[in-house]
């Protein structure tokens, strides 16, 4: 490989690069708005386990294509999840 080939080759993995960090700024997560503190009361758990199904799901539908972008959905639910859903109660 040639300097110049190796120079366009480093060029072209920042711009990837680049071009993911514009996409994770662009995914909108639409379990953000569905995991809110206190939408659930303590009857709610059936309706909080319907939630978080739907945003596995959606975490798992874009983990793959981008595997990174589905770290980062992951990481946001725990952090809703953890935040807004320790309320719901689990039953007797």
Request: proline share 1%; net charge positive.
């Given at each position: 490989m040639t300097a110049r080939t190796a120079s366009k080759t480093k060029v072209a993995d920042k711009t990837r690069g680049a071009d993911k960090a514009r996409a994770a700024d662009k995914v909108q997560?639409?379990?953000?708005?569905?995991l809110r503190r206190e939408a659930f009361g303590w009857r709610g758990s059936h309706l909080a386990i319907r939630r978080i199904d739907e945003a596995l799901s959606e975490i798992r539908a874009i983990a793959r294509r981008d595997p990174a972008l589905g770290a980062e959905g992951a990481v946001i639910f725990l952090c809703v999840f953890r935040t807004n859903v320790t309320g719901v109660s689990a039953g007797t």
């Amino acid at each position: 490989m040639t300097a110049r080939t190796a120079s366009k080759t480093k060029v072209a993995d920042k711009t990837r690069g680049a071009d993911k960090a514009r996409a994770a700024d662009k995914v909108q997560w639409a379990f953000r708005s569905r995991l809110r503190r206190e939408a659930f009361g303590w009857r709610g758990s059936h309706l909080a386990i319907r939630r978080i199904d739907e945003a596995l799901s959606e975490i798992r539908a874009i983990a793959r294509r981008d595997p990174a972008l589905g770290a980062e959905g992951a990481v946001i639910f725990l952090c809703v999840f953890r935040t807004n859903v320790t309320g719901v109660s689990a039953g007797t």
